[in-house]
C-alpha cells in the first residue's frame, strides 16, 4: 500500500468518525476532508495536478451526454454534478410545493376521508408516507407527516409517538421503491446508469412486498397503544382542509409541476434526458411560476446538503483514484469466490448493519465503485448487487434513532412536542421491521437475480 492509498484512508475514516460523532456540520466536516484529499492526496502524494481537475468533474456538466443520454456515457470519477443538480431541483420543487400548504392540505384531507379515526389514520398516514416517499425525499415527508400527526394527537387525544415511528420507517421504506426517493438510490442510479422504472422494477417489487408485511407488523406491535382512542366523531372543531391552501393559484401550479416531475422521471429511460436536466428543468420552471415568492422558496433549500454531497464525493473520488475500492473490491470476490448468494447477503447485510450507525449517504458513495468491481464488467451481476445495496442501504438506516436524517427529524419532532422516543423504545420496535425488510430483500433478490447469472 502506498502514501496515497493510506492517507486517503485516513482522511476517509476521519471523515466517517467526525460525521457520525456529529459535533462539527456535516457540510463543513466533508468540504474540509475533501480540500484535504486534493491538497494531500493528490497534490502532494500523487503529484498530479490532472487529477485534481478529474476529481472537480465540472468539464462534464459541459457535455452533451451530462443532459441526454446518447450512448453509455463516460466514465468518471469525483464529485457526481447529476446527483447535486437533480437533488438541488427537487428540493426546489418540494419548497414550492410547501409554500402553497400542499403537504398540510393532503393530510388533513386524508384524515377527514377517514372520519378522525385513530386506527384509519394510523394506517393511511403510514401508505401515504410511502407513496410520497417514491417521489420526495423521506426528511420531507416526516416533517410534515409528524406535525400533522402530533396536532391530530392533541384533537383526538391519542399518543403520536407509534405513529409517528410507523411513519418513518414507512417512508425509508417507500424511498427505497424509486431512483429519487432517497439520496443513495440517487446515486447509485446516476453513476450506473439506471432509470426510475429500473428501480421500480426491481427495487421497487422488494420495497412493495415489504410495505404489505410492515403494514401487519406495526398494525400488531402498535395497535394496543391506539385501541384505546378511537378518534372524536364530532367533526365541528376541525379545521378544513382547503383553509391550509396558502395560495390557490400556485396550489394548482404546484400539483402540474408535480405531475410533470414524475412523468420526466418515468419515461427518461425513453426520452434519454438525464436526471440533471429533469432537476435544472423542474427548479427553473418552479421558480418562475413562484413569482414575488422565488427568494422564499430558494431560502428553504438545504444547501447544507448539497455542500456535504460535493464534499463527500472529493473524499471516495480519493480512495478510487488511489485504487483503496479496488482493494476492497478483490477482498470482497476473494471471501466470496463465485457463490453469488454470499455476495449479496454481504451487501446486504453489511450496507444494512453500517447504515444503521453511520450516515448511509457516503457508505452508498463508497460502496457504488466497489460493486463496480466486484461485477467483473457483467451487468447481470452489476445489476444484482446494485440492488442489494440499494435494499440494504435505504432500508437499514430505520433501525436506530440515528441511522437516517427522517429518523432525526421524526423523533426530533416528538420531543419537542414533549414525546420523547428513547433509544430502547424505538429500536424495540424498528430493528425487528429493518431485519424482516433484510430478510424480503435477500431472498427476493437471491431467487430473482442469482439463477440468471
Given at each position: 500500500?502506498?502514501?496515497?492509498?493510506?492517507?486517503?484512508?485516513?482522511?476517509?475514516?476521519?471523515?466517517?468518525?467526525?460525521?457520525?460523532?456529529?459535533?462539527?456540520?456535516?457540510?463543513?466536516?466533508?468540504?474540509?476532508?475533501?480540500a484535504?484529499?486534493?491538497?494531500?492526496?493528490?497534490?502532494?502524494?500523487?503529484?498530479?495536478?490532472?487529477?485534481?481537475?478529474?476529481?472537480?468533474?465540472?468539464?462534464?456538466?459541459?457535455?452533451?451526454?451530462?443532459?441526454?443520454?446518447?450512448?453509455e456515457?463516460?466514465?468518471?470519477?469525483?464529485?457526481?454534478?447529476?446527483?447535486?443538480?437533480?437533488?438541488?431541483?427537487?428540493?426546489?420543487?418540494?419548497?414550492?410545493?410547501?409554500?402553497?400548504?400542499?403537504f398540510?392540505?393532503?393530510?388533513?384531507?386524508?384524515?377527514?376521508?377517514?372520519?378522525?379515526?385513530?386506527?384509519?389514520?394510523?394506517?393511511?398516514?403510514?401508505?401515504?408516507?410511502?407513496?410520497?416517499?417514491?417521489f420526495?425525499?423521506?426528511?420531507?415527508?416526516?416533517?410534515?407527516?409528524?406535525?400533522?400527526?402530533?396536532?391530530?394527537?392533541?384533537?383526538?387525544?391519542?399518543?403520536?409517538?407509534?405513529?409517528?415511528?410507523?411513519?418513518?420507517?414507512?417512508?425509508?421504506?417507500?424511498?427505497?421503491?424509486?431512483?429519487?426517493?432517497?439520496?443513495?438510490?440517487?446515486?447509485?442510479?446516476?453513476?450506473?446508469?439506471?432509470?426510475?422504472?429500473?428501480?421500480?422494477?426491481?427495487?421497487?417489487?422488494?420495497?412493495?412486498?415489504?410495505?404489505v408485511?410492515?403494514l401487519?407488523?406495526?398494525?400488531?406491535?402498535?395497535?394496543?397503544?391506539?385501541?384505546?382512542?378511537?378518534?372524536?366523531?364530532?367533526?365541528?372543531?376541525?379545521?378544513?382542509?382547503?383553509?391550509?391552501?396558502?395560495?390557490?393559484a400556485?396550489?394548482?401550479?404546484?400539483?402540474?409541476?408535480?405531475?410533470?416531475?414524475?412523468?420526466?422521471?418515468?419515461?427518461?429511460?425513453?426520452?434519454?434526458?438525464t436526471?440533471?436536466?429533469?432537476?435544472?428543468?423542474?427548479?427553473?420552471?418552479t421558480?418562475?411560476t413562484?413569482?414575488?415568492?422565488?427568494?422564499?422558496?430558494?431560502?428553504?433549500?438545504d444547501?447544507?446538503?448539497l455542500?456535504?454531497?460535493?464534499?463527500?464525493?472529493?473524499?471516495?473520488?480519493?480512495?478510487?483514484?488511489?485504487?483503496?475500492?479496488?482493494?476492497?473490491?478483490?477482498?470482497?470476490?476473494?471471501?466470496?469466490?463465485?457463490?453469488?448468494?454470499?455476495?449479496?447477503?454481504?451487501?446486504?447485510?453489511?450496507?444494512?448493519?453500517?447504515?444503521?450507525?453511520?450516515?448511509?449517504?457516503?457508505?452508498?458513495?463508497?460502496?457504488?465503485?466497489?460493486?463496480k468491481?466486484?461485477?467483473?464488467?457483467?451487468?447481470?451481476?452489476?445489476?444484482?448487487?446494485?440492488?442489494?445495496?440499494?435494499?440494504?442501504?435505504?432500508?437499514?438506516g430505520?433501525?436506530?434513532?440515528?441511522?437516517?436524517?427522517?429518523?432525526?427529524?421524526?423523533?426530533?419532532?416528538?420531543?419537542?412536542?414533549?414525546?420523547?422516543?428513547?433509544w430502547?423504545?424505538?429500536?424495540?420496535?424498528?430493528?425487528?421491521?429493518t431485519?424482516?425488510?433484510?430478510?424480503?430483500?435477500?431472498?427476493?433478490?437471491?431467487?430473482?437475480?442469482?439463477?440468471q447469472?
Amino acid at each position: 500500500m502506498n502514501a496515497a492509498q493510506i492517507v486517503a484512508i485516513v482522511i476517509f475514516v476521519a471523515m466517517f468518525i467526525l460525521i457520525i460523532m456529529d459535533k462539527i456540520e456535516k457540510h463543513i466536516v466533508t468540504l474540509s476532508c475533501g480540500a484535504l484529499t486534493l491538497i494531500a492526496v493528490f497534490g502532494i502524494c500523487m503529484r498530479s495536478p490532472g487529477s485534481i481537475w478529474k476529481i472537480i468533474n465540472l468539464q462534464n456538466i459541459f457535455t452533451a451526454e451530462f443532459w441526454r443520454a446518447t450512448g453509455e456515457g463516460a466514465e468518471s470519477a469525483g464529485i457526481d454534478w447529476a446527483t447535486i443538480l437533480f437533488l438541488g431541483g427537487m428540493m426546489i420543487m418540494v419548497e414550492g410545493m410547501a409554500r402553497v400548504g400542499f403537504f398540510n392540505w393532503l393530510c388533513r384531507r386524508i384524515a377527514k376521508l377517514v372520519h378522525y379515526k385513530t386506527i384509519p389514520i394510523f394506517l393511511a398516514f403510514m401508505t401515504m408516507a410511502f407513496v410520497l416517499a417514491m417521489f420526495i425525499d423521506s426528511i420531507t415527508v416526516i416533517l410534515f407527516l409528524a406535525s400533522v400527526t402530533i396536532e391530530l394527537s392533541r384533537l383526538l387525544k391519542f399518543n403520536p409517538v407509534p405513529m409517528i415511528m410507523s411513519e418513518i420507517f414507512c417512508a425509508n421504506l417507500g424511498g427505497s421503491a424509486t431512483m429519487c426517493g432517497d439520496p443513495p438510490n440517487i446515486i447509485i442510479g446516476s453513476n450506473l446508469h439506471y432509470s426510475f422504472m429500473d428501480f421500480v422494477m426491481n427495487t421497487g417489487v422488494a420495497a412493495l412486498l415489504s410495505f404489505v408485511l410492515i403494514l401487519a407488523y406495526f398494525y400488531l406491535v402498535m395497535r394496543k397503544e391506539l385501541s384505546g382512542t378511537s378518534g372524536s366523531t364530532d367533526f365541528s372543531n376541525m379545521p378544513s382542509p382547503e383553509s391550509f391552501i396558502t395560495d390557490k393559484a400556485g396550489f394548482a401550479v404546484s400539483c402540474v409541476i408535480f405531475l410533470c416531475a414524475v412523468t420526466l422521471l418515468v419515461t427518461h429511460s425513453t426520452t434519454k434526458l438525464t436526471v440533471a436536466f429533469i432537476g435544472v428543468l423542474i427548479a427553473v420552471i418552479t421558480l418562475i411560476t413562484s413569482g414575488k415568492h422565488v427568494l422564499e422558496v430558494l431560502k428553504g433549500v438545504d444547501y447544507k446538503t448539497l455542500l456535504f454531497f460535493t464534499g463527500l464525493f472529493i473524499v471516495v473520488g480519493g480512495l478510487e483514484e488511489t485504487g483503496v475500492l479496488e482493494l476492497i473490491a478483490n477482498l470482497i470476490s476473494k471471501v466470496c469466490g463465485s457463490n453469488y448468494y454470499l455476495m449479496v447477503a454481504i451487501i446486504i447485510w453489511v450496507s444494512g448493519i453500517a447504515s444503521a450507525f453511520i450516515d448511509n449517504i457516503p457508505f452508498a458513495a463508497t460502496m457504488v465503485p466497489i460493486i463496480k468491481e466486484l461485477s467483473g464488467g457483467n451487468a447481470s451481476i452489476l445489476s444484482m448487487l446494485a440492488w442489494s445495496l440499494a435494499m440494504g442501504t435505504d432500508v437499514g438506516g430505520s433501525a436506530t434513532p440515528i441511522g437516517a436524517s427522517a429518523n432525526v427529524v421524526g423523533t426530533s419532532a416528538a420531543a419537542k412536542a414533549g414525546h420523547p422516543i428513547g433509544w430502547g423504545e424505538y429500536c424495540k420496535k424498528m430493528a425487528p421491521a429493518t431485519i424482516i425488510v433484510l430478510l424480503i430483500s435477500t431472498i427476493y433478490i437471491c431467487l430473482r437475480y442469482t439463477t440468471q447469472i
